[in-house]
Every structure is written in structure tokens, then in C-alpha cells.
């Protein structure tokens, strides 16, 4: 199996990281310029970072309206998109509709000082709890999908399909749930 993720910004390597802890036979595809996805992958990765930057950074290889042109050809195949990549999902750029059935609002728990941690409820595989980690997250405003992850009663987690958005970092805990999840779903 061979799992993409975006090398834009953000905790690339901790995502790599968690995908190899859940199985060490996954092959990482780092995708840096679009030449990468022709390698074929199996599911996408859109990490977390600052989403302005990542479409500037983006711009000039074409990484990012590549990876929507292969979101669009692969709508079977899961994609987890984190922060940033939560705001990549419900607003891509090159005129293209949402990916996710919502809409977000960045940088909407607060400045870099406000980050915090907090005990969320998802239900996933199962219901139990989960440690998100919030890092100037985006909230979700208005929301067509299947909630995944709640803080208190705000959804911070939805399912469309097989695409997840994410407000939180997922990879920044001990927690694997959200790459086990991944991975069962590009399983073939």
C-alpha cells in the first residue's frame, strides 16, 4: 500500500511516522511536485500547517491543483486532511467545488498562544475518547457531513464519502485511530 502525503507544511513526518506505527509495510509517498503522483498512490495525507502558505508555496509547481485533479479522478479513495488540510477540503482554490459538504471559517479558536489540548468524544471505528491538539484551528460553520469528533457539542471532526476533515492534529498524539482509519479504508 502506498499512502501520499503533501509534503506542503506541517507535521509531515509525525503523520509518516503514525502511518509506519499502525503498519510498517505502508510505503510513504512524499509528494513535493506532481511529477510524485504518478507513482500511483493509495490515499492522501493533507496535513496541517498554514493554509495561505501552503497555496503560495504550491503555486509554483502546481502541487496543490494537482492533488485536487487527483481528488477529483480518485473520489474512491480516502483522504485525511488535518487543520490546514481540513481548510483545503471545504475551500479549494482553481474554482473547483468543496471536497467535504462544509464550510470553515481559519484560525478560529485563536492566535498560536491559544493552542490547547482537550478531550473529544469520536466515533469512529467506535465511540471513545481522544485527545485533540488545536493549533490556531479552523472551526467548521456550516457542515453537510457525517460528524466524527466532537468537542463538547461542536463538531471538530466530519466524514464525507471517504474524505475526513479534521480542526485538530490527529498526528501529534500516541493516538493512532484517525491512520488506522486511513489505511482500513484504502485496504482493498
Avoid at 142 to 170: K, S, Y
Amino acid at each position: 500500500m502506498r499512502i501520499g502525503i503533501a509534503m506542503l507544511q506541517g507535521a509531515r513526518s509525525e503523520h509518516a511516522q503514525a502511518l509506519l506505527q499502525v503498519d510498517s509495510e505502508i510505503e510513504i509517498v512524499e509528494l513535493r511536485k506532481p511529477s510524485d503522483l504518478l507513482l500511483g498512490i493509495d490515499a492522501l495525507i493533507l496535513p496541517g500547517g498554514e493554509s495561505t502558505s501552503m497555496r503560495l508555496a504550491s503555486a509554483s509547481k502546481g502541487l496543490l491543483e494537482s492533488l485536487f485533479d487527483w481528488m477529483i479522478e480518485n473520489e474512491d479513495k480516502p483522504v485525511l486532511g488535518t487543520c490546514a488540510g481540513a481548510i483545503l477540503l471545504c475551500q479549494p482554490e482553481f474554482e473547483l467545488p468543496p471536497f467535504v459538504d462544509a464550510m470553515i471559517s481559519r484560525n478560529s479558536f485563536g492566535r498560536q498562544s491559544d493552542s490547547f489540548q482537550a478531550k473529544l468524544k469520536v466515533r469512529v471505528f467506535e465511540e471513545i475518547e481522544f485527545t485533540g491538539v488545536f493549533i490556531r484551528a479552523p472551526r467548521f460553520i456550516e457542515n453537510g457531513c457525517q460528524a466524527v469528533a466532537w468537542l463538547g457539542d461542536e463538531v471538530v471532526g466530519i466524514l464525507d464519502g471517504n474524505r475526513m476533515a479534521l480542526t485538530f492534529h490527529p498526528e501529534l498524539t500516541d493516538d493512532l485511530l484517525f491512520h488506522r482509519w486511513l489505511i482500513t479504508q484504502a485496504s482493498p
